[in-house]
């Protein structure tokens, strides 16, 4: 099968959630035969280093260099009055269009996979060019995700955030009904559309990736590897509301109660371009450490004893707690880190809603000799190769019916 994927953004390096989601399936998808072209976007040019590994999966490779000047921000203005601001940023014409157009008529392939909504209009466009069905991976519910963020944003992030869901419940609704399917990430998310009078849609959870304890790539020697240094670690971005909100309840109510109780007690927090009030509330914490934009995941992970994701608030499914239970390392949980999982997963998590829960299910795995972690072959059959490989062939079929004469 040959597949164009076009995606929101550059999925490698995979350094945040939605990346990871991309990378993950298109690195599956290549390893099972599949021939992927990948349109995508970014404010930079690549470097030779991660293109060389996106070209050990991708046969054909095309980045669109975000336009800057006062042409493209005047097109994107007009463009408001239609699209929402996400879109517009993604939206191609003139030469470029032309040479993407033709690029994916010299690819063939058998279905255009819109990789997130925000990359609508190239795929959309595409498929209608081309007469050649998309497909549509949904992460959230946009429309709702987008106004959470609406609803917390404050000064002229405001502004920014009012014109994200402008138009934004149109265009996610009309991408999904026009498509000859869409794989959500969540069950929740899928059930909600479902309600909504959609029938094209499929559950399609997020790849788990297993990182080794002794991964010859981080150069872990094995005392290094078998004696966390922290007690509690916590990973993930550090400027997306809901994760800012997340952290800083933990540090403001949680940290407090684990420190009176356990004074010895050493915390992680680690991710990717803190905002300000992040850096601000972890400061003068004796015990409590940021790690800022670290060059491995797997060694912050394997850095705690218990792992934590305190985020409450948000739709799809949180990445980061696919990634923790691949670990193999007790979970603290607030409830919506289960959201969309597979009830099989569910039962590796510890949840606690309120500060003093959360604390002590902290201090309880901590203390426990035992802790229960998935076996491997579950989170293989749930979020492993068997996924993709029926993903393809649901394609297929799918394909196969759209052809067929009614």
């Not at 491997?376 to 190769?385: A, C, I, P, T």
Request: charged share 20%; aromatic share 8%; with cysteine.
């Amino acid at each position: 099968m040959k597949i164009t994927i076009v995606a929101m953004e550059i999925p490698y390096p995979p350094i945040h959630g939605g990346r990871v989601d991309v990378w993950r399936r298109l690195k599956m998808l290549a390893e099972l035969g599949t021939e992927i072209q990948l349109i995508c976007w970014s404010g930079t040019p690549v470097d030779g280093d991660s293109l060389q590994v996106i070209n050990q999966y991708v046969k054909d490779f095309h980045l669109i260099i975000y336009e800057r000047g006062m042409g493209s921000y005047l097109r994107r203005a007009i463009a408001l009055l239609s699209y929402p601001l996400e879109v517009t940023s993604r939206i191609v014409r003139g030469e470029k269009w032309r040479e993407i157009l033709t690029s994916v008529g010299s690819f063939k392939p058998d279905v255009i996979l819109c990789d997130q909504i925000h990359s609508g209009w190239v795929a959309s466009k595409l498929s209608d060019s081309l007469d050649i069905p998309m497909i549509v991976r949904s992460h959230d519910i946009e429309h709702l995700h987008y106004r959470y963020y609406f609803q917390c944003a404050k000064g002229t992030k405001k502004l920014v955030r009012l014109l994200s869901i402008n138009h934004l419940k149109k265009f996610e609704k009309s991408l999904l009904k026009k498509s000859l399917a869409f794989y959500d990430i969540s069950r929740y998310d899928l059930q909600f559309w479902q309600q909504q009078g959609f029938d094209n849609g499929y559950f399609l959870p997020p790849l788990i990736e297993f990182i080794d304890h002794h991964n010859q790539e981080d150069n872990l020697t094995d005392s290094e590897s078998e004696k966390p240094a922290y007690d509690v670690v916590f990973l993930g971005n550090l400027n997306s509301e809901n994760n800012v909100a997340g952290v800083t309840w933990f540090v403001e109510e949680v940290w407090p109660m684990l420190k009176q109780r356990s004074p010895s007690i050493k915390v992680l927090i680690s991710g990717s371009n803190p905002v300000q009030k992040i850096k601000d509330i972890c400061q003068n914490k004796p015990g409590l450490e940021l790690i800022i934009n670290p060059p491995s995941a797997a060694k912050i992970y394997r850095s705690g004893r218990v792992l934590i994701d305190p985020v409450a608030t948000g739709s799809g499914v949180s990445i980061k707690s696919i990634d923790m239970l691949a670990i193999g390392k007790p979970i603290v949980s607030r409830p919506k880190g289960l959201s969309g999982l597979p009830e099989a997963a569910k039962p590796y998590f510890r949840v606690a809603s309120d500060a003093s829960s959360y604390t002590n299910e902290i201090l309880n795995c901590l203390a426990e000799q035992q802790p229960n972690i998935p076996d491997r072959l579950l989170l293989e059959s749930m979020f492993g190769s068997p996924v993709i490989e029926n993903f393809l062939s649901q394609i297929d079929s799918l394909l196969t019916s759209n052809q067929t004469p009614k």
